[in-house]
């Protein structure tokens, strides 16, 4: 049973590496075809416009995501086995 839990650990971890990996095949992809300048506005943070390349936006957008899925997924990790070492305290 744990040689399969071992091998089941594995195959997902190849397949989240080969999801990020074609999702940064994706924004290179992106970033080679979309070379014009873009502009972005966020009024209440950033005063004034900015414009940049397309290709770096892509990539300060996909930066900022992925920053916060890791955060989001480390919280709910620790969360998760503090919950479970006090449950399993208590019987």
């Given amino acids: 049973m744990l040689a399969t839990a071992r091998a ?6 190849l397949l ?3 999801f990020v990996v ?8 992106m970033g080679m075809n979309n070379r014009g300048v873009v502009d972005f506005a966020l009024p209440p943070l950033i005063p004034r416009r900015i ?3 397309a290709a ?3 990539f300060a ?3 900022i995501g992925f920053l916060t899925g890791t955060i989001v997924w ?3 990790g620790k969360a998760k086995k503090a919950g479970s070492s006090r449950s399993s305290g208590t019987k």
């Fill in 51 to 53: 414009q940049q390349p």
């Fill in 74 to 76: 480390a919280g709910l």
């Fill in 22 to 29: 074609l999702v940064l095949l994706l924004l290179v992809l």
């Fill in 56 to 58: 770096l936006m892509y």
């Fill in 16 to 18: 989240k590496s080969l």
């Fill in 8 to 13: 089941f650990m594995n195959a997902k971890v």
């Fill in 61 to 63: 957008f996909f930066a």
